[in-house]
């Protein structure tokens, strides 16, 4: 079992810069991977970056590449969403969430445990 508590959101102009973060609280934090999606008024929730157990690969939405970082810190079990160049369609509650899955996935279906989701928005 994986607790997972989200933080970092917020208001922030377009071309602004958050950076959100997921602590977890249970065991074998570094046997899971780790996502984040996002979900905006209205919309489906969409996967947005992943990485692996030992943070060596990640992956990204094509939407976010380039502008978002996702990393980990297996000491403090800790996941991190760094988010640069902000654009208001990024605006959305954004979801980390841990899976048992073996490799890094896109798929919502592939993690076990979401955590309650975070605000972040995007105004000028």
């Known amino acids: 079992q994986v607790q997972l508590v989200e933080s970092g959101g917020g208001s922030v102009q377009p071309g602004g810069s958050l950076r959100l973060s997921c602590a977890a609280s249970?065991?074998?934090?570094?046997?899971?991977?780790l996502g984040w999606f996002r979900q905006a008024p209205g919309k489906e929730r969409e996967f947005v970056a992943a990485?692996?157990?030992?943070?060596?690969?990640?992956l990204y939405a094509d939407s976010v590449k380039g502008r978002f970082t996702i990393s980990r810190d297996n000491a403090k079990n800790t996941v991190y969403l760094q988010m640069n160049s902000l654009k208001p369609e990024d605006t959305a509650v954004y979801y980390c969430?841990?899976?048992?899955?073996?490799?890094?996935?896109?798929?919502?279906?592939?993690?076990?445990?979401w955590g309650q989701g975070t605000q972040v928005t995007v105004s000028s």
């Open positions: 969430a841990a899976g048992d899955t073996f490799l890094v996935s896109r798929r919502a279906s592939e993690y076990r445990y």
């Open positions: 249970g065991r074998d934090f570094r046997t899971y991977v």
């Open positions: 990485v692996s157990r030992n943070g060596g690969t990640t």
